[in-house]
Every structure is written in C-alpha cells, then in structure tokens.
C-alpha cells in the first residue's frame, strides 16, 4: 500500500509558476513510477507527466517545456515545477504511483487554478 499526499496547489496569474509536491509513505525508489494527472471540470482525468523508478521522465506535448520533474529520495517526494502557466492548466492535480506489485494508487488532489 502506497499512501500520497499532494501538496502546492493555489491561484497563480497567467505566466506565473506553481510547485507541486507528491509524498509518499514509503521510499520512492520502490516505486515503479510516480506520475502527476490533471483533471479540469467537465474533462476526464489526464496524465501530464512521470518519472520512473529509474529517474526517466515523459512529458505530455502541451507540458513540455513548461513542467519539469524532479524528486528527493531522502523525503521521498516528487515535485511538478510548473512555470509559464496558462489558463487551460487550471485543474485539481493529482499523483498516482505504480507500485512494486502493480497496484495504483492515488493522491486526493490539488487545486491549481490560473487566473487573473
């Protein structure tokens, strides 16, 4: 069992930036992979990014450039840096990891919204 707490979220104004961050109960280095997912209202649930066991990292194409990943193995913590924001970003941001076994796991969410 994987338990993930995202935190970061808020209001920020088109351009600006946003860092999010994923905590997990237990080392990500036993992860298979954390990714972040977005969900605006009326729209399913999308992946935006992940980072692999290994430190790989993918990026959706209306991302890229724009997020970056990164993870501290100590505090066992993804982060979503998130510059140059747009309004079409706003959604409730989730985390997901794929554990050892397979199994997914999901974070509650946070709200990111980009507005002026």
């Known amino acids: 069992q994987v338990q993930l707490a995202e935190s970061g979220g808020g209001l920020v104004q088109p351009g600006g930036s946003l860092r999010l961050a994923c905590e997990a109960s237990r080392s990500i280095l036993e992860i298979n992979a954390v990714s972040w997912y977005r969900q605006a209202p009326g729209k399913e649930r999308a992946l935006v990014a992940t980072?692999?066991?290994?430190?790989?990292?993918f990026y959706v194409s209306s991302v890229k450039g724009r997020f970056t990943l990164s993870r501290d193995t100590n505090e066992n913590t993804v982060y979503l840096q998130m510059s140059s924001l747009k309004p079409d970003d706003t959604a409730v941001y989730y985390c997901?990891?794929?554990?050892?076994?397979?199994?997914?796991?999901w974070g509650h969410g946070t709200q990111v919204t980009v507005s002026s």
């Open positions: 997901n990891a794929v554990a050892s076994d397979n199994s997914r796991h």
């Open positions: 980072i692999t066991r290994s430190g790989s990292t």
